[in-house]
């Protein structure tokens, strides 16, 4: 699903001037995948961060898609410079993070800038999303998952997704889906944020999945 525009300007721009501080600060050891930065854990390192997920949009998602338990799941800024932010291959999130329960919620897509075909925006491949968790290859070059569609690298029937600014897509950590590259000037910024029910842990080591912090317990806001 997308969201109308639910984020003001003023909480973009603050959003916005800790991603250009992670962006002027990062070097060539920073960069993770096709010259792509994914720092995650931002509400541990910028308050301004910190509030930002208490943002009474993302609370009312929070409590309407998940119920009266919810931890914040996830937190990962999304960067691709300009000119040299590179494509991301098709994937599903849940397979870099295999949890018990394996769908731990859901994940928030923020556009923080406006994102398009031209900038590098996701593109997903619905049609597929009731596969539960699908093939994956292993691409140790770009320290990646590629999954696999009946063997193929792409799905057959796929989709953009163009945003403005403040808009949101919200999707299954089991939704494919994969982004292009920059090929504008300017960088685009994107915030990738989860909430689910408490107690997801890792399949492998059953050890606490995430960020696990507590939002919603028995209904009610829990103080940040």
């Known amino acids: 699903a997308i969201t109308p525009v639910l984020i003001e300007e003023s909480a ?3 959003v916005r001037g800790v991603f250009e501080r992670i962006l002027a600060e990062a070097d060539a050891k920073t960069y993770t995948v096709r010259n792509t930065l994914f720092p995650a854990g931002l509400h541990r390192l ?3 961060m910190a509030r930002f997920l208490r943002h009474p949009a993302l609370l009312g998602l929070a409590k309407q898609l998940v119920g009266d338990e919810v931890d914040q799941t996830w937190n990962q800024a999304i960067i691709k410079p300009g000119i040299t932010g590179g494509h991301f291959s098709w994937h599903q999130d849940g397979r870099y993070a295999i949890t ?6 859901f994940t928030l897509w923020i556009a923080i800038t406006d994102t398009t075909i031209a900038n590098g925006t996701l593109w997903v491949a619905p ?9 994956h290859i ?13 063997g193929k690298p792409e799905p057959v029937c796929k989709m953009p997704v163009e945003l403005k600014a403040g808009q949101m897509l919200i999707f299954s950590r089991l939704m494919p889906h994969a982004s292009g590259p920059n090929t504008t ?3 685009r910024m994107a ?4 909430f689910g029910r408490p107690g997801a842990v890792l399949g492998e080591t059953q050890k606490p999945f995430g960020d ?3 939002v919603f317990r028995r209904g009610q806001l829990v103080p940040a």
């Open 100 to 105: 018990e329960p394996l769908d731990a919620g």
């Open 127 to 135: 049609s597929y999303w009731g596969r539960g968790l699908m093939p």
């Open 138 to 150: 292993r691409d140790n070059t770009h320290y990646e998952w590629q999954c696999q569609f009946d």
């Open 191 to 194: 915030y990738q944020v989860g």
């Open 212 to 214: 696990q912090v507590p």
């Open 46 to 48: 910028y308050p301004e």
């Open 185 to 187: 000037d300017a960088p």
């Open 12 to 14: 973009l721009a603050e």
